[in-house]
């Protein structure tokens, strides 16, 4: 008797001394000196938490694109309720520490102390997850496994549920949602931008080291607000390198955040874009970046095919890696500080030689390269925009050397001379403004996916029609002079044909009715 009673004694102190020890844990994790909008986060995620049956496992992952503040919502949710574990551990930079020769076993060695308080030995990830199968299931615990990119990183963590005792929460941030899916989280919260309140109250924390701008800096600071986009990590760094600035050094720093995004910044966002698989879902991700942002998806799909790029997954990749969003319209969105990330990807390569960017789209490095004739046979793509009212005109003999170029937008702009010197790669252009009253017959582009002139000039579409078996969108809206439409018998695989506003239609060729491809037909605003 005496023996059974020592025992449960023994239990009744270990529980004492387990439950004590939890309660002095001072491990907190620094946050921020002044966490602007982190409250209200911390809540969203806690109601995720308490939403499951109190005794489940329950796995939640954070998504969100890189420096909107997942770490730092993670760590405050583990100062928040980490007691009220018996256990809790915060693996800090999943990604990075894994890329290690002993990263694997050293997270896992982590973990196994900061639960049990002791120094184990791992040999190798099989034998750790052995020891994770054995030991934490006797442990209510809190496990935060921050910016993981690989499954094999959750496998090698918390790769089976049984491996932990009812009412464990794990919790993983990430910048992939297919990791999750992958995982069978129960729940993903998605990271939302600061708005403009927080946004500035942040800034304003970084920069004047108060909660406000002063006087003089109001302005100036709800453009630099307004060019982070409500993501944390630019607030922070712009707001500290601005502190006790002058007003003229800050407006430099906005004129050069035009050209050039801050280093600290870019190195941060640049990690997910060099995660990416493959060379094919980069280029996606850079076309996006200089041409289609706003564009319908299904439509940007249709060009990118063309250019070989399988745009189908590499764009659902690109949604998965917060890369590039699609709105409730079907239009591509991006940030523009991924947007400029992915300019400066291809400035860098070639800094001083605009001529030889892979694609071209800063104003005065278009004209110079269109007027000065010095395109080389690097340029993918080019856009320019000019001022509808613009009469500046270039000659077709700038783009001769242009021999890879694939996608074109003018906007405003004219072209003179003989149009053989357009590169026969062209897979999209995109001519809004075009002045000539058809299309020459010179111009001919067989391997064209999507033309689209709007408000132009033309009133008969071809003289001479041609057959373009690859031209699958034709979008000639806003057309005022436009008579008649073009034999859609020589546009076999036509998918999208846009004619709206244009009111001086009169004859529709009766080949419309042999497109047997079409999915979508707009003749709005066309009856005089």
């Known amino acids: 008797m005496y023996h059974f009673l020592c025992r449960d004694e023994c239990e009744i102190v270990k529980s004492i001394v387990a439950n004590v020890t939890r309660l002095l844990d001072k491990t907190d994790l620094f946050i921020a000196d002044n966490p602007v909008g982190v409250e209200s986060r911390v809540q969203d995620m806690i109601q995720l938490l308490d939403s499951q049956q109190s005794n489940d496992v329950l796995l939640l992952g954070m998504w969100g694109m890189g420096g909107i503040g997942k770490t730092t919502i993670a760590k405050a949710i583990y100062n928040k309720i980490g007691r009220n574990f018996e256990g809790r551990s915060f693996l800090a930079n999943v990604r990075e520490v894994w890329e290690q020769v002993t990263g694997p076993t050293y997270l896992q060695e982590r973990l196994m102390h900061d639960i049990f308080k002791e120094t184990t030995k791992i040999q190798s990830i099989e034998l750790g997850k052995y020891m994770f199968n054995e030991r934490l299931c006797h442990k209510k615990i809190l496990l935060i496994l921050d910016d993981v ?68 800096f109001s302005e100036i600071s709800r453009n630099v607000v307004k060019y982070s986009g409500g993501l944390p990590l630019a607030l922070e760094v712009l707001g500290s390198y601005l502190f006790d600035r002058e007003v003229l050094e800050w407006n430099c720093v906005l004129e050069k955040l035009k050209r050039i995004p801050n280093d600290q910044v870019y190195k941060k966002l640049k990690i997910s874009y060099d995660g990416l698989n493959d060379d094919t879902e980069k280029e996606i991700f850079l076309d996006i970046a200089c041409f289609f942002i706003g564009m319908d998806r299904h439509d940007v799909i249709h060009i990118l095919n063309g250019c070989g790029l399988f745009a189908e997954i590499g764009i659902r990749i690109l949604v998965e890696r917060s890369l590039v969003t699609v709105d409730d319209k079907n239009k591509l969105v991006m940030h523009d500080l991924l947007r400029d990330m992915g300019r400066e990807i291809i400035r860098e390569k070639s800094p001083k030689k605009p001529e030889e960017h892979s694609r071209l789209w800063f104003h005065e490095d278009v004209l110079d390269v269109l007027s000065e004739h010095t395109g080389t046979i690097d340029v993918e793509g080019l856009i320019l925009k000019l001022p509808s009212f613009s009469t500046q005109c270039f000659s077709t003999k700038a783009f001769e050397n242009m021999k890879k170029l694939r996608l ?111 999915l979508l037909i707009n003749l709005k605003d066309c009856i005089p």
């Open 408 to 518: 074109l937008q003018l906007s405003g702009a004219q072209l003179e001379g003989d149009f053989k010197y357009l590169s026969r790669n062209l897979r999209w252009l995109y001519w809004n403004g075009f002045s000539l009253t058809c299309i020459p017959s010179n111009f001919y582009q067989r391997n064209l996916i999507s033309l689209e002139l709007e408000n132009s000039n033309v009133k008969l579409v071809w003289k001479e029609m041609q057959r373009m078996e690859k031209l699958k969108i034709l979008n000639l809206s806003h057309s005022y002079h436009l008579r008649q439409t073009p034999d859609f018998s020589y546009l076999p695989n036509l998918e999208k044909l846009v004619l709206k506003d244009c009111p001086r239609l009169s004859e529709v060729s009766h080949s419309i009715g042999h497109l047997n491809k079409v």
């Open 149 to 216: 990119n690989k499954l094999d990183q959750l496998n090698a963590l918390c790769g089976n549920r049984k491996w932990f005792a009812p009412g464990s929460r794990i919790i993983i941030t990430t910048r992939d949602k297919h990791i999750l899916r992958g995982n069978r989280v129960d729940k993903i919260y998605m990271m939302k931008e600061m708005d403009e309140g927080e946004s500035l109250e942040l800034f304003s924390w970084h920069a004047f080291k108060q909660t406000s701008p002063k006087e003089d």
